[in-house]
Every structure is written in structure tokens, then in C-alpha cells.
């Protein structure tokens, strides 16, 4: 069982940055791939990025590329977005996510456990 809380989220102008982070329970974390998915009001849940536990690879969705920077510490059970030149369209709570594996990382009903999210809110 794996638990994820979210943080970091908040409001900032568009053009500017926010790191969120997500701790995980369990001693077993560095097993998991995590991702991060986002969901804006009146949208589906979409995918954001996504770093595998084996090997590191890292996958971003094209509208955050270049912006978004996803990492993680092992040491310290927690995963970070680190999102820069934000944009009013990124605004959208944003959720962690963690599976013990996954072939399709953009789909999330391939994640297990989730966190209960947290907001960005950009302003223009």
C-alpha cells in the first residue's frame, strides 16, 4: 500500500514557477514509476509527466515539454514537478500517482494509488 500527498501548489502569474512534491509512505518507493496527471474544471484527467522507478525514463506530455521537469529523491520517498514559463492553461489540480508497473504511462487507470491533489492556479 502506498500513500501520496501532494504539495507545493498555489497561485502564481503566468510566466513563473512552482515546484510541487509528493511524498510517498512505504519502504518499497523506488519500486514505483510516478507520475504526475493534472484536471482542470469541466476537463478529463489528463497526463503531465511520468519518470519509471527502473532505468529513469522520463516522459512528459508535449503541452509541458521543455517547462516541466519531473525528479525524484529515493532517499526521501518524494517525487517533484518542477514547472517553470507557466501558463494560464496549466491552471488544473494536480495529482500524483504511483504503480508498480505500467506500459502505458500516459493512461491513468494504468496507476494504483493516487494523492488527493493539489491546486495551480495561473493568472494572466
Known amino acids: 500500500q502506498v500513500q501520496l500527498v501532494e504539495s507545493g501548489g498555489g497561485l502564481v502569474q503566468a510566466g513563473g514557477s512552482l515546484r510541487l512534491s509528493c511524498a510517498a509512505s512505504g519502504r518499497t518507493f523506488s519500486s514505483y514509476t510516478m507520475g504526475w496527471f493534472r484536471q482542470a474544471p469541466g476537463k478529463e484527467r489528463e497526463f503531465v509527466s511520468a519518470l519509471r522507478s527502473s532505468g529513469g525514463s522520463i516522459y512528459y506530455a508535449d503541452s509541458v515539454k521543455g517547462r516541466f521537469t519531473i525528479s525524484r529523491d529515493n532517499a526521501k520517498n518524494t517525487v517533484f514537478l518542477q514547472m517553470n514559463s507557466l501558463k494560464p492553461e496549466d491552471t488544473a489540480v494536480y495529482y500524483c500517482?504511483?504503480?508498480?508497473?505500467?506500459?502505458?504511462?500516459?493512461?491513468?487507470?494504468?496507476?494504483?494509488?493516487w494523492g488527493r491533489g493539489t491546486q495551480v492556479t495561473v493568472s494572466s
Open positions: 500517482a504511483a504503480t508498480a508497473w505500467a506500459s502505458r504511462l500516459t493512461m491513468s487507470n494504468e496507476y494504483n494509488y
